[in-house]
């Protein structure tokens, strides 16, 4: 550790190096000892950096004196990665960090270059001005920061159709451990060192057939579970910048800070339609998602008859989610959309899936914002149950492919029953991906062992399906354990190998992607009761 005496010889010394704000006040530590995970890590000391340069300065100091760093975007992540006890790093909500650099657009393909610190609703508000979108639009859009959507590897409801977001990353601008600024854009500003052993790595990657076969397998899941390997795969269809852009997605700010990126976007459609489909059967709508999927639809969300309930009829006066059936949100864009909305209702005619209602299609550009609205929704209802009722984010993320959906909402149900909890099933279901929020009790005992206990059950049977125990909110402290379960010793060890090529010494968020702790290290004070 430092020779530096205490936390406010640290504090002193980094502020005399800075010109951004260099914070340890009561206030700051808390706020930043949280994010919207079930953990909490006090730090040290909170940076936020004026600019790049400051940014050097502020690593090349943790490196020399042996404190560790830990990046966070927006704090909007469920998955524990924004959180540290040392010095955390967030990058300020205005001024240098918001800015866009470039905007670029040809027919109907474009370019934004953004400041990490971009909010993505203002990126999304710059890009609309001008025709376009990025379609990874992710949940927390209001407060989460493009340079954390891409560490995280966000994606959101239109995955489905367009892909997360590292489908749409160019390039990114990066610091390393050791100080050094890297542009992907530039091959002369990436060191040697790292490209000569990702060459070494990739090589091996690709010649090895077992592990190349579980990467090729699982390829065109929606995961953001550990590094993104499967930029590997893709090596000769592009620059090695390319290449190290694509691994930084889904990274947790573990192999070095990212501080710009170049991000493809699309042209903004219009025309939209929204279908509402109710099923009394929750296992039924999931095998619904599995017929409709392949239409070429934008989005399908899939809401359990409970999570309504538990947000409240109050907010339903307009019957739209009734509580008293399970609902697909399915939505539709392009000039195609009409003929996709016949050919769902013919579907669903055909194989004879049974309906509680008639479906309801929204067209009117209102009433589907109100649909979305009331999705995103969700989380915020569920975090206000009352003084002792909460919906942790415990096993929120996980992910199969969409042909097993069904029977694994089955086998879900059965374990929440086994556990006696009610719990909210809610997500992006045409990729597989589902929300889940179990609702405890927290002044009941032995919190820390129910929490373990039904992770345990849950990840084991999302392994039983071959499965992902993160879909799109990063791997985190959260998934951290299971990470080596999930993808096996071979790329396990793969990606501790791509951790020590970019940071050898473990500056950067430890604890957060390769982990042998517990998912209940680290609980909130509120959670920290008795196994």
Known sequence: MTALSGKKGVVNKLQSLLQGQ???????????????????????AVVQPYDVEDLQKVIRFAAGEGFHITPRGGGSGTAGGA??????????????????????????????????????????????????????????????QIGGNVATKASGPHALKYGSIDRFVEHIEFVTPQGELVNTSEPGSIPTRILKQLDTLSQRILSDTSIRGVLEARRLMKTSSGYNLFSFLDKNQGTAGKMLAQLFAGSNGTLGYITQVELLAEPYENSRATMLLYFADLAEAARAVNAIRNLGVAAIEIISRETALLMGKKE???????????????????????????????????????????????????????????????????????????????VNDVGVDPRHLADFIIELQNIFTKHAVETAIYGHAGSGNLHLRPIFDISQGGLQGRIKRLADDVY?????????????????????????????DKIYNTMKEVKRIFDPDGLFNPGVLLSGGSITDNLRHELRNSF
Not at 26 to 41: A, Q, V
Not at 102 to 131: C, V
Not at 464 to 469: A, D, E, K, L
Request: glycine content about 8%; proline content about 4%.
């Open 22 to 44: 260099v914070l340890s006040d009561e206030t700051t530590l808390t706020r930043f000892s949280h994010d919207y995970s079930i953990y909490e890590i006090r730090p040290l």
């Open 83 to 144: 959180l540290g006890k040392e010095i955390v790093v967030a990058l300020p909500h205005d001024g240098f960090w918001q800015q866009v650099k470039s905007f670029n657009s040809q027919d109907t393909h474009a370019s934004i270059t953004a400041r990490a610190g971009m909010l993505h609703n203002a990126l999304q508000d710059t890009l609309k001005k001008e025709g376009y979108h990025l379609p990874a639009d992710v949940s927390s859009a209001g407060i989460s």
């Open 316 to 394: 339903y006066r307009n019957n739209v989610l009734e509580g008293e059936n399970h609902t697909l949100l399915v939505e539709f864009d392009g000039h195609d959309m009409y003929t996709q909305i016949e050919a769902v209702k013919q579907i669903l005619r055909q194989e004879g899936f049974t309906m509680a209602r008639e479906p309801v299609v929204a067209t009117d550009e209102a009433d589907i914002a109100r649909l979305w609205k009331l999705r995103k929704q969700i989380l915020p209802f569920l975090n206000n149950l009352g003084p002792n009722l909460k919906a942790l984010a415990v």
């Open 460 to 488: 084991g049977a999302v392994f039983r399906y071959n499965g992902t125990v993160a879909g799109e909110h990063g791997t985190g402290r959260l998934k951290a354990p299971y990470l080596q379960q999930e993808w096996g």
